[in-house]
C-alpha cells in the first residue's frame, strides 16, 4: 500500500534560520515524490517534484528537498527561512507502477510557523 | 497565471439533500481530479476524469458520487444525498497530460459542511 507520513504536525523555527520539514514514504516501485504548500483561504500550491535524476530538487520560493532512497524520505529544506513561510506543506507520492496512476498520496500536513 | 478556481468556498446543507461542487479547470488541461480533507485528517482521491469519463475512482467514491463535465469549461462533483461524514473540504485538481511526471494543479477549495 501507498503511503506518505509526515512526523511533525507542527515545526517552529526563527526568521532567519534553516527550516526542514520531514516526510518520509512507502510505495511500490519508483517513486514520484511532490511538495505542495497551503495559505489560508488558498488552494494547494506545487512547490517542487521528484521524478529521477538528482537527489537535490529545486523549486519555488527557495526551497529544496532531498530524495533519500535508502531512508525513504524526502525532506523539504530551506537555508534561511522567512515570516511570510508560514503555512501548511503537505508532501504527496505518486507510485510509478500500478492501476493508480493519476492519485496522489498525501501525508497529513506540517504547518510551520516562522516568528519574527 | 493561469489557476483552478472552484465555487462556492462554502456550502452548508442538511443531511440528505443534493450539493453540487463546480470547478473551472485551467483551460489547456485534460484531466481533472476531485481530492477530500475531512478536518484534521490526509487529503484523498476521490475521482480522476479524462475524455468525458472517469479513468479510476477510489474506495470512497461510491453511488453518491457522480461528476460531470457539462460544458468545456466546469467540471462538477454532486453528491446525491449527502450524509454528516461528508463535511469536509473539497479540492478540484488538473493536469495537462496524464503522466506520473506531470504536476497537479489544485484549486483553494470548497468547505462543505453537512448539518
Known amino acids: 500500500a501507498q503511503s506518505v507520513a509526515q512526523p511533525e504536525d507542527q515545526v517552529n523555527v526563527a526568521e532567519g534560520n534553516p527550516l526542514t520539514v520531514k516526510c518520509t514514504y512507502s510505495?511500490?516501485?519508483?517513486?514520484?515524490l511532490f511538495w505542495y504548500v497551503q495559505y489560508p483561504n488558498r488552494g494547494l500550491q506545487f512547490l517542487l517534484k521528484?521524478?529521477?535524476?538528482?537527489?537535490l530538487v529545486k523549486g519555488s520560493y527557495g526551497f529544496e528537498a532531498e530524495f533519500n532512497k535508502s531512508q525513504t524520505s524526502f525532506h523539504l529544506k530551506k537555508p534561511s527561512a522567512l515570516v511570510s513561510d508560514s503555512a501548511l506543506y503537505f508532501c504527496?507520492?505518486?507510485?510509478?507502477?500500478?492501476?493508480?496512476?493519476?492519485?496522489?498520496?498525501f501525508g497529513r500536513g506540517t504547518q510551520l510557523t516562522v516568528w519574527p | 497565471e493561469p489557476e483552478v478556481t472552484q465555487t462556492p468556498s462554502h456550502q452548508v446543507t442538511q443531511m440528505g439533500q443534493e450539493v453540487i461542487l463546480r470547478c473551472v479547470p485551467i483551460?489547456?488541461?485534460?484531466?481533472f481530479y476531485w481530492y477530500r480533507q475531512i478536518l484534521g485528517q490526509k487529503v484523498e482521491f476521490l475521482v480522476s476524469?479524462?475524455?468525458?469519463?472517469?479513468?479510476?475512482k477510489s474506495e470512497i467514491f461510491d453511488d453518491q458520487f457522480s461528476v460531470e463535465r457539462p460544458d468545456g469549461s466546469n467540471f462538477t462533483l454532486k453528491i446525491r444525498s449527502t450524509k454528516l461524514e461528508d463535511s469536509a473540504m473539497y479540492f478540484c485538481?488538473?493536469?495537462?497530460?496524464?503522466?506520473?511526471?506531470?504536476?497537479?494543479?489544485f484549486g483553494p477549495g470548497t468547505r462543505l459542511t453537512v448539518l
Open positions: 476524469f479524462y475524455n468525458n469519463e472517469i479513468s479510476e
Open positions: 483551460s489547456n488541461h485534460l484531466y
Open positions: 504527496a507520492v505518486r507510485p510509478y507502477r500500478g492501476s493508480t496512476l493519476g492519485r496522489l498520496y
Open positions: 521528484y521524478i529521477t535524476g538528482d537527489n
Open positions: 485538481a488538473s493536469s495537462e497530460v496524464l503522466a506520473v511526471a506531470d504536476t497537479q494543479y
Open positions: 510505495v511500490s516501485g519508483n517513486p514520484y
